[in-house]
Nanobody, 115 residues
């Protein structure tokens, strides 16, 4: 089964940048539908960026133009480059993988945007 490990979170000032990584186990990575979600304290988990079945990435309106999703199949890794960070971006960011069998979540990495 799929195992996901996120990394790259931390404390950053408003306007700063962070890059998150998610490494997936297994040999079927190129066939996984990958995405990033986040959950702020007291809020519902929400989509940040996700691949679709037609191979494009959908971004939440709140992050369009600031965040960029990318994939490196050779490394079994997806990335989320986050620029121009805002305090409202503070959340635990979760990597997600969808297969025909299951949806798998990583344990999350905390991003805190604060002065």
């Amino acid at each position: 089964q799929v195992q996901l490990v996120e990394s790259g979170g931390g404390l950053v000032q408003p306007g700063g940048s962070l890059s998150l990584s998610c490494v997936a186990s297994g040999s079927g990575f190129s066939r996984y539908i990958m995405g990033w979600y986040r959950q702020a304290p007291g809020k519902q988990r929400e989509l940040v960026a996700s691949e679709t079945s037609v191979g494009v990435t959908h971004y939440a309106d709140s992050v369009k133009g600031r965040f960029t999703f990318s994939r490196d199949n050779a490394k079994n890794t997806v990335y989320l480059q986050m620029n121009s960070l805002k305090p409202e971006d503070t959340a635990v960011y979760y990597c997600n993988a969808k297969t025909l069998r299951a949806t798998t979540w990583g344990k999350g990495t905390l991003v805190t945007v604060s002065s």
